[in-house]
C-alpha cells in the first residue's frame, strides 16, 4: 500500500536523512521522492515521499504519532496520507459544462482518484448531466446579493459529505472569505486566461481586443483576493486573427479542461504545496 | 521574379475579381494568395498575393501606376513590392547581445532577406560583436534625459542610409514620439513577456513574484504606449518552481529570440498588416 | 448564406482571376480565401474560397452546373458546398470510449457542424452511452475473419443513411478495401502515435520501450496501406521516465482527441485537400 | 560549494535512508534531491543529490573513499562529482554551423558550465567562427572511408586533452566502435528528426514526403545502432503544407539547437542517468 509524507519547514541539514531514517524504521520503502529547497541559505524545505508499506491502513494513524516527533524537531508542517484514501470532492458549476464534463468522464473512467460526493450549481441546468453518475446535485441558486447565505447553505452540504477539496469548474461566482477561510488551499478554480493577463471577467473578449496571439488558462487556489491565489497550472494554445471571440471561447474550451484536469490530478495526489503565494507543484 | 500585392480596406464585393482580373491582365501568375474579411457585413477586408512575373524589376513602377487605379475604385491602402527589395534594416540593442546574435547569425547564412545597414546602440559594449559582419555601430550615449537629443542623431542615421524597418533587439530605452512617427509600424520591439501581462521593466521578476507556470515573449510593433502596440508573434516555455530568476532569464532568452526571428521574418516578407491595434499576419 | 468553392488543378496563369470572376458576377462576396502552388513552374493549384450568397440554397445547382464551365477549362478537380448542408456523419467504435465522447460532445454544444447519422461497433459496450443522444448505434461484430462480410452490412447501413463521412473513433478493426474504395479520402482514422513512429499495433507499449520523450497522435484518411494514409493532423505531449505504459496512454488519450477533433473539425469546414498522399489543409 | 551524488541500484528499502545518513554525517546540505524507482517490486533505483558541503574541493576524494563502502552494501553504480569542476567538451562538427554557433553563444555568455577543450571536424569550413573564442580547431578528413583511421587521430586528441563528453554538433560521419566503446554514454547527437521517425540520413526529405504536421529533433547518446541510443530530449515544431524542403530545415535548424542546448546542460550538470537503452533525466 501506498502512503505519502509531505514536508514543509526551513531549511537545514539532516531533514532528509531524519525523514528517510523513520521511514526506514518503519519498514516503509521510499518508492518516489521528490525534494525542493529555495535557496541553500536560509530558504525552504519542500519534500513529497511516495512510500510503500504493508498495512498502512491499520498503521497510519501510529505512524502520524510517531512521525509528530520527527516534525517537532523541525517545526514541520507536514501530513501523512494513504493512497487508497481518496478525498471527498465537491464540484461547484455554473452553466458552461465543458469543466465539468471531463472531470465526470475522467472520474468514470477511473483516472480521476476521487471520492465526487456532490455537484453544486447556481442554476438548475446541470442535473440531467450529473443525474446518470448517481452523484447528488444541489441547487442553490446565488448571486452576488446572496452569496453569504448561500455560503452558508454551502457549507453545511459540504461539511455534513466530509468534503475536503472544491474544484470549481467554471463556477462563476465570486466565493465568500468564510468559506475560503475554511477550505484553505483547498478550492481550485479554473481561470479562463493566462493569468496574470486577463483578470476579471470576460477574458476572452479582453483578449481578443488586445489581439493576442495564444490564449491560456489557469488553474489556481481561491484566495480572497480575485484571481491572484496560487498558479497550479497553465497551459497555451496558438490563435490568430481569423478566431473570432467564439472561436477564442471554443479553442479556449479544451485548453482549459485539460489545465484544470491536470491541477485536479496533482491535487489529488498531494503532488502540491503552498507557500505564500506560490505552489511547489512535484509533477 | 516575386512580387506581393498587400491590400487593406473596406470589404464589398468584387475585389478579389477586380485585383486578381488585373494582374492576370499584366500577365502575373498567382502563386500565394491568402484574405480575410473580420465580418461579412461591413467589415475588413486584408489580402496578400505572392505572384510571379517576369521582369519585374522593370516593370514595377508601371505595375504600381496602373494599380492606382483599381485600388482608388475601392479605395485600398495597398502596396506592391519585389521580393528581390530587401528591407533596409536599423538594429538597436543595448547590453543583452541574445537577439543581435541571432539576428546577425540568421543574416549572415541567409535565412534573414534584410539589408542591415547598421546597428545602434546607447553602449559601446557589442561593437566587438557586430565588427566580424562588418556592419557599420553606431554608440549613441543615450538616457531617459536625453532622449530627443538621441532620437534627432538616430533619425540623421537612418535617414541617410534610407533604413525602413527598427528592430529593437532589447534596446533598454523609450523611443521617443518624433520616432515613432516617422516609422509607424515599422518598429518591431521585442518584449520579454507575455503581453499584456508584466508590462514594463524587469518582466522576469514579477513573473518570479506571480509564481507563473509558464513565460513568454512579445514581438510587437512600437506605439506611443508603452508595450501596447500591435502584436505580432508571442511564444511561450514552461518553467516551474525550480527555476529561479537568473532560469527564468536563461529559458526566456531563448524564447525571445525565437519569437523575434519569426516576427522579422514576417516582417521582412511583407506578410503583416495592422489595423487599429492588431495584426493580420498571413504566414 | 455561406458557401464552399474548392478547387484543384494543374497551375497556370489566370485561375484565381476566373474563379473571382465568376463569383463576382454571381453576386458572391468572397469573405475568406486560401490558395497554395506546390511549385510556380508546373506545380499544383489549391485554392478554398468562402463566399456570401444570398439564396445559396435555391441557386447551389445552378452554381454548380456554371462553374462546370469555367472548371472544364483549367482541368480543375472542385466542388462546391453550403455550409448549411452538414455532412452526414458514422462514427466506428471499438471499446475505447474517449474519442467518442468528446465527439459526442462537441456535437451536443454544437461545435461540431455534422449530422450524426450512426455510431457502428464490434462490440456492444457503448450503446449506453450513445443511447441519450438518441443516435442509432449499429452492433456489428466483426473480427479479422469476418472482415468482408461486416463491410457488406456496414455499406448497407451507411447508404441507407447517406453517410458520406466515416470516423474512425479508435475503431480497431482494419477497414477492407472494399469500403476504402467507395469513402477515398472521407474515412479519418486516429491513430495513437506521431507518425512514422510506432505504425501498427500497441504504439504506447513500443512508445514506452524506445524510452521517447514525447508522445503523440495522428490523424489521417484511410488508404490500404495501414497508418499510411494522407496525414491530416498530430499533435504531441511531453512525457519522461515517470511515466509507465498506463501514464502513456492516460497522457495519449487526450492528445488523440485533441488531434482528432481538429481533423474532423477541418474535414467538415471543407478545409482539407487531398493530395497525392499529402493534405493541405486550409486551417 | 555544490556537490553532486548520482545512484543506480536495484531498489530494495533503506538506500535513501542509508545515502542522506551519510551525507548528514559529512555535514553536507542536501539541496536538490529527486529519486525514481522503476518498479516498487524488484526495480531499479535511481538518485541525483545536490548537496551543499564547505571545502568540498579538498574533501571530494575522501568522500568517494568513504562512500564506496555505502556503496558497495547496496551494490551501487554511483558517482560523486563537485558543481566546480566543469566536464572537458569536445564538439565535433561537419559543414552545418547552427548548433556549433549555439554552443559556442551559450558558452562565452556563460550559460554552458563546461571546459570546452577543442572542436574537431572532417572539414576546414568552422575554423574562422572557432578562432574567435580561441579554441583549437583540428580538421581532421574523415569519410566512410577512413573512419577507423580517423578516430585513431581522435582519440588521441581527446586523450590528450582529458575530454570526458563529446557533443555531435551536426557531424555528419559515423562513430565507429572503437570510440562508442571509450566514450559510453558521453556522446551526445542532435538527430534531425523525431526518432524513431526518420532514422537515418535526410530525415528532412523523408518528412516531406510523408507529410507530417510536425518536425522535431532528439538528442541522444550514441551507440553502435544508428540513431538508437538512449533519447534525452525531444521537441518539435509545427509545420504545413507551404514548408518545402528548406523550409523544413531552417525550422528544424531551432528546434535541433534547442534540443541539443537542454540535453548538453543536462548531461554537464549530471542529471542524465542510463539504464538499458533509456535514460532517467532528473530536470
Not at 491502513?57 to 504519532?65: M, N, Q, Y
Not at 517545526?75 to 459544462?97: H, L, P, Y
Not at 474544484?167 to 477550505?183: E, F, H, N, T, V
Not at 479562463?192 to 487556489?221: C, D, W
Request: proline share 4%; glycine share 4%.
Amino acid at each position: 500500500m501506498v502512503g505519502r509524507l509531505l514536508v514543509s519547514c526551513n531549511d537545514r541539514p539532516g531533514i532528509v536523512a531524519a525523514v528517510s531514517q523513520f521511514l526506514s524504521e518503519q519498514g516503509a520503502n521510499i518508492v518516489h521522492s521528490d525534494q525542493h529547497t529555495t535557496d541553500p541559505e536560509g530558504g525552504l524545505f519542500f519534500m513529497r515521499i511516495e512510500f510503500q508499506l504493508d498495512g498502512l491502513e491499520s498503521k497510519i494513524e501510529a505512524l502520524r504519532e510517531q512521525f509528530a516527533e520527527v516534525a517537532n524537531e523541525f517545526t514541520m508542517d507536514w501530513r501523512i496520507t494513504s493512497a487508497d484514501e481518496k478525498k471527498k470532492v465537491a464540484i461547484f458549476v455554473s452553466k458552461e459544462d465543458h469543466c465539468l464534463q471531463d472531470l465526470l468522464w475522467r472520474w468514470q473512467i477511473g483516472e480521476m482518484a476521487a471520492d465526487i460526493k456532490m455537484v453544486i450549481s447556481n442554476h438548475p441546468d446541470m442535473e440531467t448531466i450529473v443525474a446518470p453518475f448517481e452523484i447528488p446535485y444541489y441547487h442553490v441558486p446565488t448571486t452576488k446579493d446572496n452569496r453569504e447565505e448561500s455560503a452558508v447553505k454551502h457549507l453545511e452540504l459540504l461539511e455534513k459529505a466530509d468534503v475536503d477539496t472544491i474544484i470549481l469548474a467554471r463556477y462563476m461566482q465570486i466565493i465568500p472569505k468564510s468559506m475560503i477561510d475554511q477550505y484553505k488551499n483547498q478550492i481550485i478554480n479554473i481561470h479562463h486566461s493566462f493569468l496574470p493577463a486577463f483578470v476579471g471577467g470576460k477574458p476572452y473578449n479582453q483578449a481578443y481586443e488586445r489581439g493576442v496571439k495564444i490564449i491560456g488558462a489557469t488553474a489556481h487556489y481561491v484566495t480572497e483576493e480575485l484571481d491572484q491565489g496560487p498558479i497550479i497550472e497553465q497551459d497555451v494554445e496558438r490563435v490568430d486573427h481569423r478566431h473570432e471571440i467564439q472561436d477564442l471561447k471554443r479553442v479556449g474550451r479544451d485548453v482549459e479542461r485539460m489545465v484544470l484536469a491536470r491541477a485536479v490530478q496533482w491535487h489529488l495526489h498531494d503532488k502540491v504545496l503552498v507557500h505564500g503565494n506560490k505552489t511547489v507543484v512535484f509533477r
